[in-house]
């Protein structure tokens, strides 16, 4: 079952025919996505308004503060990673 959750979801998808890493920091937690894979980041608004994603050739770097959620395709809790 999903878990629901009133923050807000950031979902980062891979668009394209190569495999990406995804990488939260401050944490440093990565995960691969195969192409049309997807992940979600959740996190209170506060910390959204201090989102910042970078893109280099196969790597997307999400920095999130604090305590974020990441999401399976499916919306179901993979980790709860920062704090």
Same mark, same amino acid.
């Given at each position: 079952?999903?878990?629901?959750?009133?923050?807000?979801? &950031?979902?980062?998808?891979? +668009?394209?025919?190569?495999? &990406?890493?995804?990488?939260?920091?401050?944490? !440093?937690?990565?995960?691969?996505?195969?192409?049309? !894979?997807?992940?979600?980041?959740?996190?209170?608004?506060?910390? %959204?308004?201090?989102?910042?994603?970078?893109?280099?050739?196969? %790597?997307?770097?999400?920095?999130?503060?604090?305590?974020?959620? %990441?999401?399976? +395709?499916?919306?179901?809790?993979?980790?709860? &990673?920062? !704090?």
């Amino acid at each position: 079952m999903a878990i629901t959750d009133n923050r807000p979801l &950031i979902p980062i998808t891979v +668009h394209g025919e190569s495999v &990406i890493e995804v990488c939260f920091e401050p944490s !440093g937690s990565t995960y691969e996505l195969a192409p049309g !894979g997807r992940v979600y980041a959740r996190a209170s608004l506060a910390q %959204v308004a201090s989102l910042a994603i970078v893109y280099t050739p196969g %790597v997307v770097t999400v920095w999130l503060p604090g305590v974020v959620d %990441v999401l399976d +395709h499916e919306r179901r809790l993979l980790d709860t &990673i920062g !704090g």
